[in-house]
Structures are given as structure tokens and as C-alpha cells.
């Protein structure tokens, strides 16, 4: 299971970190992602993280803005989201894959948590 968490809202230019917290049998994971789906819109890669926390990947939209990094609490993953922009607003999803393939593609992820809605006012 994925729980993720963190969302809010904030003004433009302001910070979040969501965090998802993965239970159950983890020891097969190969990496986590974050996606994000705003209205009318579809769901699209964020960023991701191989498990053994080693890389890292990013979309273009968020690269020197937004840091995923695995968390000191065992089997977090964490989101760092800086210098927000409204364009930013929408519900972000956390995604876990278990085997190697693309990161970008949303059915190379086994199991999704349930979405945190992120709203950044202008």
C-alpha cells in the first residue's frame, strides 16, 4: 500500500514536501514515482526514484525545482516541491513499479496510492 500525504495549499513561489509511505512487501520494489493529474488534464510523470535511492529523475517542467529523495523513515519517499507556480496545482499520486522499464509511463507502475491534492494560488 501507498499512503501519500503533504498536500495543501500555498502561494506561488512558496515550498511543500509530500511524503508516501510505502507498507506491505516492499523488498521487490524497484522504484517509486510521483505523478500528477490537474483538471482536465491528464495524469503525468513528476519525478521518480530508483529504491536503492542512486537516481533520480525528473520532467522537464519540475527539473531544479521539485527533489525526490528517500526518506530516513524506512520506505519514504519524499517530495520536495520548491519555488511553486500555479501551474503546479493538481492532485499528486505516488506510484510504485517493480520491475525496469521507462518511469514516464504511467502502466509501468504496479501500485498507486490514493492522491494528495496540491493547490498553488497566484
Known amino acids: 500500500q501507498l499512503q501519500a500525504s503533504g498536500g495543501g495549499l500555498v502561494q506561488a513561489g512558496g515550498s511543500l514536501r509530500l511524503s508516501c509511505a510505502a507498507s506491505?512487501?516492499?523488498?521487490?520494489?524497484?522504484?517509486l514515482g510521483w505523478f500528477r493529474q490537474a483538471p482536465g488534464k491528464e495524469r503525468e510523470f513528476v519525478a521518480a526514484?530508483?529504491?536503492?535511492?542512486?537516481?533520480?529523475y525528473y520532467a522537464n517542467s519540475v527539473k531544479g525545482r521539485f527533489t525526490i529523495s528517500r526518506g530516513s523513515v524506512e520506505n519514504t519517499v519524499y517530495l520536495q516541491m520548491n519555488s511553486l507556480k500555479p501551474e503546479d496545482t493538481a492532485v499528486y499520486y505516488c506510484?510504485?513499479?517493480?520491475?525496469?522499464?521507462?518511469?514516464?509511463?504511467?502502466?509501468?507502475?504496479?501500485?498507486w496510492g490514493q492522491g494528495t491534492l496540491v493547490t498553488v494560488s497566484s
Open positions: 526514484i530508483r529504491w536503492n535511492g542512486r537516481s533520480t
Open positions: 506491505g512487501r516492499t523488498a521487490s520494489t524497484y522504484a
Open positions: 506510484a510504485l513499479k517493480q520491475n525496469m522499464g521507462s518511469y514516464v509511463i504511467i502502466n509501468e507502475y504496479d501500485y
